[in-house]
């Protein structure tokens, strides 16, 4: 018969895997706490429009890239692509928001993209978000960015490169947005891809990040937006700039760097890593003080930014395995039963460890337990079992084994 096959783009994470996940959960749990956040799950589920109406039905994600499909009553429902749109609206939907307080979440789990699969690249794959509204001020930018770099080191990776960039606001990019269709208008436009034939006009700037090679070529000496920024933006982005380098975090400025995202204004950066192939990016992200009025919430600035934890994982090599307390070799299959309550009461004593369910030979229960790491291998035969004894092998240490009291033993732990 023919096999049952996992969809493509989608992955098993086995146990030697899963551990780095949950090590970067924890990691992220023990970190974000530290500045306030707490932690807020949304469903995986959520109506089309959501998205279309914050990422911007011009970008790739929305376009080309999501999971959508009508339900039973034909409504268009979509697998989030990202968890922003999401947290937003669950914020809005919660009524919690008054004006001066900030909030801080973090969400963590899975995210759907209809992209082309490659290493780093998955149609399923997991984010670490971080989102913080009611504070426009360019001080909740730096904490991010603060944050996202202790976070980075506390899973030990301090060899990436932070890209930091303005995008402006309402005021002042529209006379960007002219200077780069002015721009686009000086090329031939059939050189440029289709998606950017048609985006020249009605997204000027989604032009800059299309992954096409000729168009890339093409816009390398387009205007900078760096070069627009009003007042009050510059004054932003230069406070935003003062805070990293009094914290001696590292940064290139990058005035291409406009994200994939429409939702961006002011502040955004993008950390990226030259040791994980062509999908360099493990985080980016920004600040977005539009998108909670355009979802029909009322004012309230909001900045944020996700981790990819895919990336982040081939970065963190091979995970040292926890080594158990214990094995318990049966050598006996008489001992069968008594071994495994006796396993199940050194666990209720918070020792990990397991048993060979099945028993064995002597030598084959010893390389098991070799196999296992345990510090101690625990030794249950016929005479054990007869004598309420267990005999403790001493993986560690120059000692010799000993065989004590089953109850005594298990006191003394
Ligand atoms: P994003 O740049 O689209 O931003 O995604 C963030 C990270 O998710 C990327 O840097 C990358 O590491 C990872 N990622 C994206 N797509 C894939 C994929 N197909 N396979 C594996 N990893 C992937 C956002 O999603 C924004 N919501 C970030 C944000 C939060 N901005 C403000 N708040």
Do not use: W
């Amino acid at each position: 018969m023919a096999k049952i096959q996992k969809i493509k783009g989608f992955v098993d994470l086995f146990p030697d895997e899963a551990a780095k996940y949950t090590f970067m959960e924890s990691a992220a749990r023990g970190t974000f706490s530290r500045y306030g956040f707490g932690e807020l799950r949304t469903p995986v589920l959520e109506k089309t429009e959501l998205f279309a109406k914050s990422i911007g039905e011009d970008t790739d994600v929305v376009g080309k890239e999501m999971f959508t499909f009508p339900d039973r009553k034909d409504r268009s429902l979509t697998m989030r692509p990202e968890a922003t749109a999401g947290v937003v609206r669950a914020f809005i939907e919660s009524k919690t928001h008054q004006p001066g307080k900030v909030s801080k979440f973090f969400t963590i789990g899975p995210m759907f993209r209809y992209e082309r699969p490659q290493k780093g690249r998955q149609r399923q794959f997991h984010q670490i978000n971080a989102e913080i509204f009611g504070a426009p001020e360019p001080q909740a930018d730096g904490e991010l960015i603060l944050m996202l770099r202790s976070f980075l080191n506390r899973l030990g990776l301090t060899k990436l490169t932070i890209e930091l960039n303005s995008l402006g606001c309402h005021k002042c990019r529209p006379s960007y947005k002219q200077a780069l269709i002015d721009f686009y208008k000086s090329k031939d436009k059939a050189l440029f891809c289709e998606d950017c034939q048609r985006r020249m006009e009605t997204n000027p700037l989604r032009v800059l990040d299309c992954k096409v090679p000729a168009c890339k070529e093409l816009v390398a000496d387009a205007p900078v937006i760096t070069d627009h920024l009003c007042d009050e933006c510059e004054t932003h982005f230069s406070d935003v700039k003062t805070i990293l380098n009094g914290a001696g975090a590292a940064y290139e400025l990058n005035p291409r760097l406009v994200r994939g995202l429409d939702y961006y204004v002011r502040t955004c950066f993008e950390v990226s890593s030259n040791d994980i192939g062509s999908q360099t990016a493990v985080a980016g992200g920004g600040r977005y003080d539009g998108l909670i009025r355009n979802l029909g919430g009322g004012d309230c600035a909001a900045t944020g930014f996700a981790c990819g934890m895919e990336r982040l994982a081939l970065l963190l090599g091979e995970m040292e395995p926890a080594r158990p307390d214990f094995y318990l070799a049966v050598v006996d299959k008489d001992a069968a039963n008594a071994a495994m309550l006796f396993a199940q009461q050194l666990r209720d004593k918070g020792l990990t460890g397991e048993t060979g369910f099945a028993g064995g030979s002597m030598k084959s229960r010893m390389r098991a337990a070799n196999k296992s790491g345990a510090k101690v291998c625990l030794i249950m035969g016929g005479d054990e079992l007869q004598n309420e004894t267990i005999t403790v092998k001493y993986m560690d240490e120059e000692r010799d084994q000993e065989t004590l009291d089953r109850k005594l033993y298990l006191a003394s732990l």
